[in-house]
């Protein structure tokens, strides 16, 4: 048990509150609604494909999936509602956040205690106990945390941007860089599909402050011990060129393949995955892209 783990036990317990358990999370979409009054099915895991001509409000669709999915969205063009899964109690989803997002406590200040993700943040009073404020009559909506567990990607918006070293090495890894910077199972099958589909390698640049992923190999080796000099391999490092000023296909595509490989989001939204990509680098991709661990909806 980690730290941040005993210091949301001691919270609960000073509430009277049993922790949860994340295997018992399962978030997707069952179902979304047309407003022509068709029903959309989604599988409940791996991927769906929405297909169709130009111009026939696929790019809409999705838009709009994902504002209902995170509680937004009043103009519904195409979809009037949707049917979302949410499984797990209250307690689960703590659980679930406490292995995959930012728990900050203030032991000075523990009525602030909250969790952070991607932008999302929720404090811990009126999610996992009452908050004292509303005297104890609250019921959370568990659909609130939607923002935890959805990313939509836009076709035409894949830059690729670094990510900051995690504070602690007793901090989640929250960012896919940093992920990949902890696992190098993910980092070799990450190398191995890009690699299939653009015949490029990749290298996670992660000796400073900045997670940066570079094109090609460096011929320096990596220092193994705290006081070996890095400079001559870092700058070995540095001469590869980033993946951020890469080609259009190549940038889009891995914007793509990270949060797949990474597993960062249970519900990812893709639209036009194909997108600046070649006729045999699409087709490449369309063959990797069954090995997907989340439900997605993409055009």
């Known amino acids: 048990m980690t730290l941040r783990e005993t210091q949301l036990d001691d919270l609960l317990r000073t509430h009277g509150v049993e922790r949860g358990n994340a295997e018992n999370v399962k978030v997707g979409v069952k179902a979304a609604y047309m407003q022509s009054g068709d029903r959309v099915e989604f599988e409940p895991a791996g991927v769906t494909v929405i297909a169709g001509a130009n111009n026939c409000g696929k790019s809409t669709m ?5 504002e209902q999915l995170l509680g937004g969205g009043n103009l519904r063009r195409i979809v009037g509602g949707l049917e979302r899964t949410m499984e797990g109690d209250v307690a689960d989803f703590g659980d679930w956040l406490i292995k995959h997002a930012q728990f900050f406590l203030d032991v000075n200040q523990p009525q602030g205690a909250q969790f ?5 943040s929720v404090l811990v009073s009126g999610f996992l106990f009452p908050n004292p404020a509303t005297y104890g009559q609250t019921e959370f909506n568990k659909e609130s945390l939607s923002g935890f567990f959805v990313k939509y990607l836009p076709a035409g918006q894949r830059d690729i941007h670094p990510a ?3 504070g602690t090495v007793l901090m989640p890894s929250t ?3 940093q992920l990949l910077s902890e696992r190098k199972d993910l980092m070799d099958e990450l190398n191995a599909i890009t690699f299939k589909i653009l015949k490029k390698r990749l290298h996670l640049d992660d000796l400073n402050p900045q997670l940066f992923l570079r094109v090609g190999r460096p011929t320096v080796p990596r220092p193994e011990r705290q006081y070996e000099d890095p400079t001559a391999y870092q700058l070995d490092v540095e001469s590869l060129p980033l993946l951020s000023e890469q080609g259009d296909g190549m940038r889009s595509l891995l914007n793509i393949l990270i949060p797949l490989v990474t597993a960062t989001y ?3 939204i893709i639209d036009e995955p194909e997108a600046f990509l070649h006729p045999p680098q699409a087709f490449a991709w369309a063959k990797c892209w069954g090995r997907s661990r989340q439900t997605n909806a993409h055009s």
């Open 175 to 177: 960012e896919p860089l």
């Open 116 to 120: 952070q993700r991607f932008g999302q």
């Open 164 to 166: 900051q070293q995690k």
């Open 266 to 268: 249970p519900v990812l």
């Open 62 to 66: 999705l838009r709009e999936l994902n």
